[in-house]
């Protein structure tokens, strides 16, 4: 082998990575090229979807447990239907929706801190589209945290819950000692 070849081997390496090096930084932009739908679909079924079984053995009694939680998404044809306050049951965390059409669409995130203290964040840049909700929290610093998530059907044995599942970029504490990076928002009737 000879150094003019080693060093084309070296370049075309270094183009190579070079090459996955774009590819991961822009990441998120490919993730947002996918359809709304897809995204819907694939987080309602990774994200918010889950099945358990136990089976447990003592004294000759055997005790079998299975819990199933399948997560769809709710696709409505009129956006106002999405309209209302979404409350989670752990956590003290809730979003108001208020929807005119398309391009008119307020929401507000209330976040009740270990301390009790209600912290309220306006959203911007709010998009509902095929049940996936994408919209941007603004922090009183002025700094920006993005917020995707899906409008979902929870069936979790038989009893079926309307909400919205939000995947969160940050993890959220619960109670000091539980961290979650998604959180199910049940809808106020």
């Not at 599942?165 to 809808?187: A, C, N, Y």
């Amino acid at each position: 082998m000879t150094y003019s070849t080693m060093k084309l081997n070296s370049t075309d390496m270094n183009k190579t990575i070079l090459i996955l090096i774009c590819i991961w930084f822009n990441k998120p932009a490919i993730s947002q090229q996918i359809p709304e739908k897809e995204r819907a679909s694939f987080l309602a079924r990774e994200e918010f979807s889950k099945s358990k079984y136990m089976k447990k053995e003592k004294y000759g009694i055997t005790k079998e447990l299975s819990k199933v939680i399948t997560s769809t998404p709710v696709i409505k044809e009129n956006l106002k239907d999405y309209s209302g306050i979404y409350n989670a049951s752990d956590v003290r965390y809730s979003i108001g929706l208020k929807i005119r059409d398309e391009k008119n669409i307020q929401a507000t995130l209330t976040e009740i801190d270990s301390n009790s203290i209600n912290h309220i964040y306006s959203l911007k840049n709010i998009s509902i589209k095929d049940a996936l909700f994408k919209a941007t929290r603004i922090n009183p610093d002025g700094s920006e945290f993005f917020l995707e998530g899906v409008f979902i059907d929870k069936n979790d044995n038989g009893h079926i819950d309307f909400g919205l599942g939000l995947k969160l970029l940050d993890p959220l504490t619960i109670r000091h000692t539980i961290h979650t990076d998604k959180i199910f928002l049940l809808k106020s009737k």
